[in-house]
């Protein structure tokens, strides 16, 4: 296997551990409309897209004409306050950067916005180790449509072939397939189970020369 000539990476869960800020950050925005929710109502927003979780709520409410793109914003404003507080870097992920950045070109491809991508890089010390960004603005349909992944290979100017995803989902794996690319399951706390299909398995990425070599990085 030659070595790939770019790494892409997912960011939530595979970068950073957000899920807790973006339950969070539904549950202070949900209080201020006089609603209150539980953590496991709030971790639905974590699955689908924000406009289509309020887009629930207010549905299960009976509310027509609610500004969903009005409370979203305000929700993406808590997010990004608190990202930058606790941008909850997985343990390895800054060693692993480092030392791919040089061997390989780096991207995040990611069906979150793009702000939450930029501010938890800056404050972790990586924004210069990315040379490319692809967010959910960035794209008309976001994972399992592999286009987020064939517009950052376009913008890296690599070929399918020559490149690797990290993912952690069932969702993101099928994206990262259906574009070209070997893509490579991380678990982090979730197991290795089917959501895995055919791909490679790491538990985590703490190790480091041995995720450098399931990469093709060695």
Same mark, same amino acid.
Request: aromatic residues 6%; negative net charge; proline residues 5%.
């Given at each position: 296997?030659?070595?790939?000539? !770019?790494? /892409?990476? $997912?960011?939530? +869960? @595979?970068?950073?551990?957000?899920?807790?800020?973006?339950? *969070? #950050?539904?549950? %202070?925005?949900?209080?201020?409309?006089?609603?209150?929710?539980?953590?496991?109502?709030?971790?639905?927003?974590?699955?689908?897209?924000?406009?289509?979780?309020?887009?629930?709520?207010?549905?299960?409410?009976?509310?027509?004409?609610?500004?969903?793109?009005?409370?979203?914003?305000?929700?993406?404003?808590?997010?990004? !306050?608190? /990202?930058? $507080?606790?941008? +909850? @870097?997985?343990?390895?992920?800054?060693?692993?950067?480092? *030392? #791919?950045?040089? %061997?390989?070109?780096?991207?995040?491809?990611?069906?979150?916005?793009?702000?939450?991508?930029?501010?938890?890089?800056?404050?972790?010390?990586?924004?210069?180790?990315?040379?490319?960004?692809?967010?959910?603005?960035?794209?008309?349909?976001?994972?399992?449509?592999?286009?987020?992944?064939?517009?950052?290979?376009?913008?890296?100017?690599?070929?399918?072939?020559?490149? @690797?995803?990290?993912?952690?989902?069932?969702?993101?794996? *099928? #994206?990262?397939?259906?574009?070209?690319?070997?893509?490579?399951?991380?678990?982090?706390?979730?197991?290795?189970?089917?959501?895995?299909?055919?791909?490679?398995?790491?538990?985590?990425?703490?190790?480091?020369?041995?995720?450098?070599?399931?990469?093709?990085?060695?």
């Amino acid at each position: 296997m030659n070595p790939p000539r !770019a790494i /892409l990476f $997912d960011f939530d +869960g @595979v970068i950073a551990d957000t899920e807790n800020i973006h339950i *969070a #950050a539904w549950q %202070r925005t949900l209080a201020a409309l006089g609603w209150e929710m539980s953590d496991e109502s709030c971790a639905r927003a974590v699955e689908v897209d924000d406009r289509a979780f309020l887009a629930e709520v207010f549905a299960e409410r009976a509310i027509d004409g609610g500004d969903v793109e009005g409370w979203v914003r305000r929700k993406q404003e808590l997010t990004v !306050a608190l /990202l930058a $507080d606790s941008p +909850g @870097v997985y343990p390895g992920v800054v060693e692993l950067i480092r *030392a #791919a950045r040089g %061997r390989a070109r780096l991207a995040v491809v990611s069906t979150t916005w793009r702000e939450n991508i930029e501010v938890v890089l800056r404050t972790s010390g990586l924004a210069e180790a990315f040379g490319v960004i692809v967010g959910k603005q960035d794209v008309r349909a976001v994972k399992p449509d592999p286009e987020c992944y064939r517009l950052a290979l376009q913008r890296l100017d690599v070929p399918p072939g020559e490149a @690797v995803a990290l993912e952690d989902s069932a969702t993101g794996l *099928a #994206a990262a397939r259906a574009a070209g690319l070997r893509a490579l399951a991380v678990g982090h706390r979730q197991p290795r189970g089917d959501w895995v299909g055919t791909s490679e398995f790491v538990a985590d990425l703490r190790k480091t020369p041995a995720v450098l070599a399931r990469l093709g990085l060695e």
